[in-house]
């Protein structure tokens, strides 16, 4: 973070701090300084802002917390005894130091024919179910898949009954929100895949809020638009696409699921306008009518 902010910083570069997240209980007490380092960067002037989303967990690969070295050798490297004996005991210090280990570790989509009864189970639950470690069980659910098995993994900015780390960062208004979620229609899908925002508007902004309704649309439309640069959307004005939400501040919500319990549609949304035409009605979305585009600044 410090080399990002110094590098903008002597090149004048605008930086977007992405995925501003805390991984591991460890790492939870260190949010203040990370965001003090930011706030001292834009008070010299450095052009940064941040963005994050509204769940402790997150996805990616099942070899993300790999080291370079290991994958470089796949896939002999899976079947050699002292690389195997390395990579074990570097992830358990790695872990120990971040207070991150297998039981966060929770399979999504096992991208192996045949293993669909594993989607949701954590890599402890599966190795309970082989008879083997849970190292084991990741190495064999990476090797059988060939790096596909997607993971949702867990204490990201803190964990259910604890959100202090996650609050702190969204609170702020130079952070902008994103969903980072894989989209399934299979497994056990990120809850942020259909909840992210429906979150933000329910649980941050009517039952704990960090900030004013007004705000949280600024800051999921304008406010990002701007960012990068997107010039027509993001606002309500004559020439703009009208993408728009209809939405009940009273009752919307996600409905992120909860253990193997895949998440479920949002509550509260009424009707979605993308360019100008209805793709969602009374809740229920219209087949076949497709109005999207890619968004280039």
Known sequence: LQETLLLAEKTGATVQLSHFIFVGRRSWSTVDKALDLVDAARARGVDVMIDAFPYTCGNTTILAPVPYWFLANIPAAYSSAVMRARLRLEL?????????????????DSGIPGC???????????????HCSPFSAMLTL????????LMLFHTYSGEPGFEEPL???????????????AIKLDGLPNPAAKGAFPRILGRLVRDRKLFSLEEAVRRMTHASAARFGLQDVG???????????????????????????????????????????????????????????????
């Open 142 to 149: 990476a090797e059988k898949s060939r790096g596909a098995t």
């Open 235 to 297: 606002c309500l004005a004559p020439g703009k696409a009208a993408d728009l939400v209809l939405f009940d501040p009273r009752t919307i919500a996600d409905n992120p699921g909860e253990g193997r319990q895949a998440a479920g549609r949002p509550a509260g949304i009424r009707q979605v306008l993308i360019n100008g035409q209805t793709v969602v009605e009374k809740g229920q979305y219209i087949a076949g009518v497709r109005p999207g585009r890619v968004l280039k600044a």
């Open 116 to 130: 669909e009864d594993i989607n949701g189970l954590r890599i402890t639950e599966i190795a309970a179910q082989w």
């Open 167 to 181: 609050e702190r960062v969204l609170a702020r208004d130079d952070c902008l929100f994103e969903t980072d979620a």
């Open 92 to 108: 358990a210090v790695g872990f120990r130091l971040l207070g991150f280990n297998y039981p966060d570790f929770q399979v999504m």
